[in-house]
């Protein structure tokens, strides 16, 4: 269920429900009708609606969730929303309860009790499922074991249906929506990541780019924006570590229209010493993203001409 809200050409729509958590909704979707520009910020690990039930599943606290979210990532995608018109999706669901940048089968099926394993044993997991990282998490490095108990069936099929199921749609038929309007849509999934090694003589990367290889999104978005990123002096990286995940995979389709890119931002750019509360860095970080994003909706919106549907729309309107 989606309730909305708005005034004028501002729009807000609250989506899914959160399970042991009534009338917590799972995502807030945030729009100006018609679209400012064609882009679509999403921020998938930003959730911190916790259930109590979830909470006391966990073996060591509520700093194994802290580690599973992309800590206040969802605070730098609204200021950088607000700022520039575009889009905005940000999930309220936490990522321990179900990572919205995994498949739905993408399960490691020894978290679950064995009456709830499906009878040809679902499969290989995949290599993120057997590191314990797959649609629900199962383990951290330093941490091991997050859960107390294994989990019902029921876990498995409230949370696709009240979060995962939902999300994606209201996605779709953002990425969709936008496509319809300019000809072409750029979805920018915003995830944040702990620092990265450096090497002896070279800076380590502040974000990562990731197309998945160039298969999510037309090459001039991503040649503009590492020009964009050398101009600001920010050290970004392409594909490696983070190439993208599901979310890329599932809504990406660049002939259609429909680019997607992923962008993580090194956690210690933004937010304290701590890497618990927003910092000293947040208005930098910010300014810079939303001078991409003004770029690349320009660049967008000429690759929508370029496919002759914009022209069309427009003149409907």
């Not at 509520?62 to 520039?84: G, M, S």
């Not at 990522?95 to 009878?119: S, T």
């Not at 933004?270 to 001078?291: C, F, M, Q």
């Amino acid at each position: 269920m989606i309730e909305r809200s708005g005034e004028n050409d501002s729009h807000e729509e609250r989506g899914g429900w959160i399970p042991g958590a009534p009338g917590s909704a799972a995502f807030v979707l945030s729009e100006r009708r018609p679209s400012a520009i064609p882009i679509l910020i999403a921020a998938p690990h930003g959730g911190r609606d916790y259930p109590r039930t979830l909470m006391a599943d966990l073996r060591h606290g509520p700093a194994t969730a802290l580690k599973l979210e992309d800590r206040h990532i969802d605070a730098i995608a609204r200021r950088v929303a607000e700022l520039t018109g575009a889009s905005l999706l940000i999930a309220r669901a936490p990522r321990a309860m179900i990572d919205l940048n995994r498949a739905p089968d993408d399960v490691d099926w020894e978290m679950f009790v064995r009456e709830a394993r499906p009878r040809d044993g679902g499969g290989t997991p995949s290599r993120r499922a057997r590191s314990g990282l797959g649609l629900i998490p199962r383990r951290l490095p330093a941490t091991g074991e997050l859960w107390r108990r294994r989990l019902q069936a029921d876990d498995l099929s409230a949370r696709i249906a009240g979060v995962h199921e939902p999300y994606h749609a209201a996605l779709a038929e953002m990425l969709a929506r936008l496509r319809d309007r300019w000809g072409a849509a750029l979805l920018i999934d915003l995830h944040s990541m702990p620092p990265l090694p450096s090497r002896p003589g070279v800076a380590s990367a502040q974000l990562v780019v990731g197309d998945r290889f160039g298969a999510s999104c037309h090459g001039s978005v991503v040649a503009a924006t590492f020009a964009h990123f050398a101009q600001v002096e920010r050290e970004a990286a392409h594909n490696r570590p983070y190439a993208g995940g599901y979310v890329l995979e599932r809504h990406a389709d660049p002939r259609a229209g429909l680019h997607a890119m992923q962008i993580e931002i090194d956690r210690s750019r933004y937010l304290d010493s701590a890497l618990v509360e927003l910092g000293e860095g947040t208005d930098g970080i910010v300014a810079d993203l939303s001078a991409l994003v003004r770029r690349l909706a320009a660049l967008v919106a000429e690759l929508g001409r370029d496919s002759g549907v914009q022209d069309w729309q427009l003149a409907a309107e």
